[in-house]
C-alpha cells in the first residue's frame, strides 16, 4: 500500500486551509462566545466554501459532482475540523439517496447537491439506538401507500432540513430484515418536529419527531421493503471513514496549541516544555494521532480502491475517536486553567468530541463487530 498522498489532494487540502484561515478563523471567538453558529451563518459559509471550490467533493462526477472520492473527502475534512464549528460542507447527500429511483433523484437527490437541500436522518427511538432490529415506528400498508406512526429522537440537522429519511418496520417478525426507509417532506401531515435536545456539544442541537398518521405514498419508499438493513449498513460505513477523519482535525489543532503553549509558558523558571510529564503528554498524543491518520487513510484508500471498507471503518473510527478524546484532553491539561476556559478552542472540541464514541455506532458495538470477525461469531452473539 502507497501512502503518498496525490497532489490534487494536496491542492484541494490548501484550498480548505485558505477557506478555514480566511473565513473560518475570524469567527472562532464568536463561536466560543455564542456557542454555535447560526443556520443561516453555517449555510453562508457553506456558499462561501463553494466558492473556494468546496462542494459536492466525494459526489460522482455521473451526478454532477467533483468526484475526488473517500480520501479527497477525508483530507479537506480533516482540514476544517481544526475550527471547532466543525463545518461539514453543502453538496454531498446521505449515500442512501444514490439508491433513489429517478423520480426520486430529481426531487431529493439533485436539489441536495446543485442547490443545498438538506436531509435529515432518523433511525434512533427512543427504546432503541444501537439494535436496528428494535425499531418501533411502524410503516402499514394503506391503499396505494404508507402510514407512518412512531417517535424517533436524537435526530441531527432538521432545523436545516428540507426532507427526512425515515426509517421503519414493516414486518416486525423480521426483525432487522424487516425494515424499510421512507423519504418524508419537513411538513407532510401527521409529521412533526416535537422538541429540540439540548446536549453537552456546541455544534449540534438533535431534536425529537414524531410521526402519527402520516400518509406517505409509495413513490416516497426508498429501496425494497423490508431492504433498508443493507442500505443503512452501507451509509454508516461511509459515514463512519468522514467522523474518523474529522477527529483527525480536532487533535492535531488542539496538539499544536499545546506544543505552542509548552513553549511559551514558564513555571519555576523553565518552559513546560522542559518537563518530561508534558513531554510524555504531547509525544502520546502525536504518536496516536499518527496511528489514527493512518487507519483513516487506509479505510479511505480502500474505499476509492471499491474493496469493502466495514470492518476498516470500524477500526478506523473507534481508535480515532478515543484518540481525539486522549488527546483534547492532555491539551487541555497542559493549558492548566486557561484550556477550560472559552477563550481557547480546546474546552469545545473536549466537548463535542465525545458524541462520536456514540453517534454512528459506539464504541462497545464497533469492538463488538471486531471481535466478532475475528471470532467467526454469528450475529446477536
Ligand atoms: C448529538 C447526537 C446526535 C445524534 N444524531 C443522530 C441522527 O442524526 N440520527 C439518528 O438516527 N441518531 C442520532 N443519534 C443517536 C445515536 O446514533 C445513538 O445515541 C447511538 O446509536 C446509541 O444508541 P442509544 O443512545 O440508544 O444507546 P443504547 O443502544 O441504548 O446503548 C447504551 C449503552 O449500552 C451499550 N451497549 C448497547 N448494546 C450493547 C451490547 N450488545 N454490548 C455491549 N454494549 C452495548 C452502548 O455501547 C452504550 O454505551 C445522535 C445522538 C447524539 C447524542
Redo the contacts with the bound molecule.
Sequence with gaps: MDFTIPDEYRQLTESARRFRETELMPLEQQFLRDGAFSPELRTELEHKARRHGLWALDVPEEYGGQGVGTLGACLVAEELFKHPAMLQLGGSPEPILYSCTDEQKKRYLYPTIEEGLRS?????EPD????FAAVRTTAVRRGEGWVLNGT??????VERAGFCIV?ATTDPALGAKGITCFLVDIGTAGFEVSRP?P?M?DA?E?YELTFRDCEVGDEQRLGPVNGAWKLAADQLTHGRAKIAAFQLGIAQRCLDLAVDWAKERRTWGKPLASRQAIQWMIADSAVELDAARLLVYRAAWMADAGEDIHHAAYAAKLYATEMAQRVTDRSLQIFGGLGYSRELPIQSFYRQVR?WR????????HR?MIARKLLGLGSGD
Excluded: M, Q
Excluded at 128 to 131: F, I, K, P, V, Y
Design positions: 435529515c436522518y432518523a433511525f434512533t432503541t439506538g444501537s439494535d424517533k429522537t436524537f435526530i441531527s440537522d426509517f435536545i446536549t456539544g449540534w438533535p458524541v456514540i453517534g454512528h455506532g459506539t464504541s462497545e458495538i463488538w
